[in-house]
């Protein structure tokens, strides 16, 4: 019995390490260490990812806020692409995605939810529109997954 409660333990330990495959906003919200006003210079982010690397449920947690222009108020991310290189591998593939938001379909299509530890996930081609419709294209930025 002692052994059965151990290994049921164990197995339940091990489940809930797994990242979640959709993650959760409200969670990457919490983890945020600094606010948009912290920030020395305006810059695209995944959510509230700060570095250039991330767990693997920050980064599911993050995609779900998806990406923000922080230090830019008045804009919005109209599109870019991700493209997704498997540690010691050649790339996945690559999507284009209108909005800020990944789509659930284009998640799955992806494979996201097989990234793992290595992985490496690349945001480029970012495009911002401010609220007197002009547009910048912002610097590319990836983050590998720890």
Do not use: C, W
Request: proline letters at 4%; charged letters at 25%.
């Amino acid at each position: 019995m002692h052994k059965l409660s151990i290994l049921i333990v164990a197995l339940f330990l091990s489940f809930a390490a797994t990242a979640q495959p959709y993650g959760n906003a409200d969670r990457a919200r919490e983890q945020a260490a600094k606010t948009d006003a912290d920030l020395p210079n305006p810059i695209i982010r995944l959510g509230y990812i700060e570095e250039d690397n991330a767990t693997l449920q920050a980064f599911m947690d993050n995609l779900e806020v998806g990406l923000r222009a922080a230090g830019f108020p008045d804009s919005k991310i109209i599109s870019y692409s991700i493209t997704i290189y498997p540690k010691g591998q050649d790339l996945r593939s690559s999507q284009v995605i209108k909005g800020a938001k990944l789509p659930r379909e284009i998640f799955n299509e992806l494979h996201m939810e097989a990234l793992k530890k290595g992985d490496v996930v690349l945001f480029e081609n970012l495009k911002l529109e401010n609220t007197r419709h002009t547009y910048r294209r912002m610097n590319d930025f990836e983050i590998k997954i720890m």
